[in-house]
T-cell receptor, first 113, second 115 residues
């Protein structure tokens, strides 16, 4: 079946602009996770949903970052007033339920100029 | 919160030799430990995982061991092949209440298998 998909795959934006990153999880997966991965590092947890409920947002760096999953399927990670330090690979993962195997998407590489 | 340390950061082995990567974790409540392989430009792919109720798991050339008392777990790859070259990440999953689970990753090990 189809795996986790993300769009766009690449995003170049100017400092100060808002960006919205989309994640489409594996069909039927209850849990959805957002991570940020710097080059040469492991994924760093940002936030986590069960269905449409945001269970944990402790990893969001500041209030410019927000995420939603209104219908319990597709999720959007929004970064407002982007800064150069926001440049990174943003990855989404989903699992059947919380605590189970997480399957990663291809990521969105964000570059803030 | 959970802290995962991974060693070594780089590892070079001759084709056919074994490779061992070690990780330690800090949260005794962590109960799920996956290993991911990430090739250059690709997404992390799960290669093996282990839960806290077992001490060892094997899948062909790959095995993982877990020592809960010492809070460390290891990945063993035998008969390495050039296609095993990649970055490997360990991770630990700790329950955070209200059905929430957080996966904390190590910093990765770049494995190079020399033909």
């Amino acid at each position: 079946g189809a795996g986790v998909s993300q769009s766009p795959r690449y995003k170049v934006t100017k400092r100060g602009q808002d960006v919205a990153l989309r994640c489409d999880p594996i069909s039927g997966h209850v849990s959805l996770y957002w991570y940020r991965q710097a080059l040469g590092q492991g994924p760093e947890f940002l936030t986590y949903f069960n269905y449409e409920a945001q269970q944990d947002k402790s990893g969001l760096p500041n209030d410019r970052f927000s995420a939603e999953r209104p219908e319990g399927s597709i999720s959007t990670l929004t970064i407002q007033r982007t800064e150069q330090r926001d440049s990174a690979m943003y990855r989404c993962a989903s699992s059947l339920v919380g605590g189970e195997t997480q399957y990663f998407g291809p990521g969105t590489r964000l570059l803030v100029l | 919160g959970e802290n995962v340390e991974q060693h070594p950061s780089t590892l070079s082995v001759q084709e056919g030799d074994s490779a061992v990567i070690k990780c330690t974790y800090s949260d005794s409540a962590s109960n799920y430990f996956p290993w991911y392989k990430q090739e250059l430009g690709k997404r992390p792919q799960l290669i093996i995982d282990i839960r806290s109720n077992v001490g060892e798991k094997k899948d062909q050339r790959i095995a993982v061991t877990l020592n809960k008392t010492a809070k460390h777990f290891s990945l063993h790859i035998t008969e390495t092949q050039p296609e095993d070259s990649a970055v490997y990440f360990c991770a630990a999953s700790s329950p955070r209440g209200a059905g929430s689970y957080q996966l904390t990753f190590g910093k990765g090990t770049k494995l190079s298998v020399i033909p």
